[in-house]
């Protein structure tokens, strides 16, 4: 069987295992959803693998202490003397699991799971580093740890690392040196045949915006796949299911601002299929201003780091803030489905 191959960013894939005292366990759970996870992928129970578990299990405080939920998976039946190491053995007999995260199938390797089942890294090679990578992983999320009383806030979700640093790399890359050609402002459609192109958006009467299309094929197909990353998420938090998007682009604010200073609407005619709006910084520390604010819940803005993707309903009243020094680059997508 062929699976995609998964990597950091991706939603990770399901497990529902039965542990070797026959409890069955599944990761997406209501007990276990809401907390990174750390799977420790021991093919077999040799004295090696067994080894490998007892060490696992010597940094389950640490790995504890940033707030994660351990578990190892093993293709191996265990004998009569295995003993308790304090977390799950997951028994993958088929060694289902192992396909679908990728994971080498002749040597220990290490998978580490955000609180939202997306993959944050993928481990191998000696495994005293890989849970050394595991733990600073898991600190580096040490700020959704903190509780906080919120206040109002927009209905507005957050899916980190869509873009790694080099996609996002990438993507700079392609605006600064292809797609070239300048359109007088109109509906996006195919006009270079095939070839990506620019065209400034005078939008709500700025003058500080350039687009982006993509219509080459390569790089088309690429942000289908980490498209992919994000429609679970909307279906998630706002049970809709998005099947269609507008042409897809980069938008670059800099300089005079200029036009209407206040927010907008993005299903307003001819656009009101539309139904949720994504924004994803490309280059977030190079950048002053140009913050989102959503004028109709308080005056908060959000400056979400490199790679992490906004989505909110097109309905909602929102602004992209005046870039006060160098220039931001933002991917755009209008999404929507068949309702």
């Known amino acids: 069987m062929n699976y995609h191959l998964p990597s950091a960013g991706d939603l990770g894939p399901d497990v529902v295992l039965k542990a070797h005292d026959g409890k069955e366990w599944n990761l997406r759970s209501d007990a276990i959803a809401g907390n990174p996870i750390v799977i420790l992928f021991c093919p077999r129970l040799t004295a090696e693998g067994k080894q490998a578990l007892a060490l696992f299990a010597r940094q389950s405080e640490a790995l504890a202490a940033e707030g994660a939920k351990m578990f190892a998976i093993t293709s191996d039946k265990a004998d009569d003397d295995l003993p308790e190491f304090g977390f799950p053995v997951l028994l993958d007999r088929r060694e289902d ?3 679908r995260f990728s994971v080498p199938r002749d040597q220990i390797s290490t998978v580490v799971l955000r609180r939202n089942h997306h993959i944050a890294g993928i481990y191998k090679g000696d495994q005293q580093s890989q849970i050394g990578e595991a733990l600073a992983m898991l600190k580096s999320f040490g700020w959704e740890r903190t509780p906080a009383v919120m206040p109002i806030h927009p209905p507005v979700l957050f ?15 392609i605006f600064e040196n292809k797609g070239q050609t300048f359109f007088e402002p109109q509906p996006a459609y195919d ?14 009467m700025r003058e500080d915006r350039i687009d982006h299309f993509f219509f080459e094929k ?12 994000i429609y679970p998420e909307i279906y998630k938090a706002f049970h809709y299911r998005i099947t269609k998007y507008e042409t897809l682009r980069i938008a670059r604010y800099e300089g005079h601002r200029g036009g209407h200073s206040h927010g907008h609407r993005d ?6 299929y539309r139904r949720f709006a994504l924004s994803i910084n490309l280059n977030t ?3 002053e201003g140009g913050d989102l604010r959503f004028p109709e819940f308080g005056e908060q803005r959000y400056r979400p780091d490199s790679g992490t993707a906004v989505v909110f309903s097109s309905s909602l009243l929102h602004e992209a803030m005046h870039v006060t020094a160098g220039r931001r680059y933002v991917f755009l997508a209008f999404l929507f489905g068949d309702i």
């Open 97 to 99: 699991v192992f396909a």
């Open 159 to 173: 899916i980190p690392d869509v873009f790694s640093r080099e996609d996002c790399a990438r993507l700079l890359d």
């Open 191 to 204: 006009l270079a045949k095939g070839a990506d192109y620019k065209m400034r958006i005078p939008e709500h």
């Open 218 to 229: 390569g790089t088309v197909e690429f942000l289908k796949n980490r498209m992919n990353r």
């Open 267 to 272: 299903n307003i005619p001819p656009w009101v």
């Open 285 to 287: 520390p190079d950048f």
